[in-house]
């Protein structure tokens, strides 16, 4: 696709070396998914996020979350106007179209779970009152995988409501000299403007959903997600909804990849993504030193793929 070429290349220039972080991001958009970004500081998860919302052309607001936020820090909150005698709702920064969530497990359980309703049903409630949120509508949030003093683990009705959760990693030697080149006299996100707009992104979501999907990868689909609940590698498997993210996913990819058809390898190349976040291992699997996405992934390569003849 075109656009989303054009996209790739803009970001590019300013999160360098990470095409496919950047390609993994652009399938969760696509697919309409919320996205979990997990890794250490300063490799640009924040800056990646920002370089998205620029060249979409998208509302965006970050939210720093700290032990001491409160659901309407998030939210919004309804405020007395002695003048008109009634309550107005003031609008919280959730209400945009990418909601930056960083170091989202840094808050209380209770702040977290002012999101689930958001996450789900891209709507606030406040008293009788719903107020539905602006569409397109993403959650990114990030976290530091390494740091347990001050944070709050995320429960797993919150990780399973994100779509994906992806890794950035170290740039190479050679990618983080060109880092250092660009940053020497300037900042690159600056210079970057929009190359696609809030309408164009929603008309690739549709296009997303178009993408045909045969009773096989149906089937595939259903064999890997059924394995996670009955493999001795997990305690927890994976919900009905991680089945649904991972055929949308499925689909984004074949899209970026200019087909209107999933094949098997759309669905086996995503699971680990879509996947290993919301399962837990048993002790089993812990005994043999895997963590999850790579026991899923030993998981994924014993259930044989459908043929696709034609």
Known sequence: MDYMKTIEENVEKVIIGKNGVVKNILKGILAGGHILIEDIPGIGKTTLVKALAKSLNLSYSRIQFTPDLLPSDILGVSIYNQKEMNF???????????????????????????????????????????????????????????????????????????????????????DEVNILRNMREEI?????????????????????????????????????????????????????????????????????QGRNYVIPEDVKDNAGMVLAHRLILSSYARGQGSNAYEALQVMVSSIEPPRMDG
């Open 88 to 174: 107005e709702f003031r609008k919280g920064p959730v209400f945009a179209n990418i909601v930056l969530a960083d170091e989202i497990n840094r808050t209380s359980p209770k702040t977290q779970a002012a999101l689930l309703e958001v996450m789900e049903e891209a709507q606030v409630s406040e008293g009788n009152q719903q107020y539905v949120l602006e569409k397109p509508f993403f959650v990114m949030a990030t976290q530091n995988p390494i740091e347990y003093e001050g944070t709050f683990n995320l429960p797993e009705a919150q990780l399973d409501r994100f779509m994906i959760r992806i890794k950035v990693g170290y740039p190479s030697a050679k």
């Open 188 to 256: 690159p996100i600056e210079k970057i403007g929009p190359v696609a707009t809030k309408e164009e992104v929603m008309m690739l979501q549709r296009k997303t959903k178009e993408v045909k999907v045969s009773e096989e990868i149906f089937k595939y689909i259903v064999d890997i997600v059924k394995e996670t609940r009955e493999s001795k590698l997990f305690t927890l498997g994976a919900s009905p909804r991680a089945s649904i993210a991972l055929m949308r996913i499925s689909q984004a990819q074949a899209l970026l």
